[in-house]
């Protein structure tokens, strides 16, 4: 090998791919999160499209 021709080797596969992990673990933890939230519902929304008048 000269000092020329040189690439990411194994070090820079490892970083990639423990991004990729991380990202992947992130997202499905976030997805678990985003499931927990309940949206309060009240029926004042639904009165107030009842009663506007229409274009």
Not at 23 to 51: T, Y
């Amino acid at each position: 090998m000269d000092a020329s021709s040189y690439g990411p080797g194994l070090l820079g596969f490892l970083v990639v791919a423990a991004i990729g992990v991380a990202l992947f673990l992130l997202l499905k933890n976030m997805n678990k999160q985003m499931r927990k939230i309940q949206v309060p519902h009240d029926g004042r929304e639904d009165e107030r499209r009842g009663n506007e008048p229409e274009a």
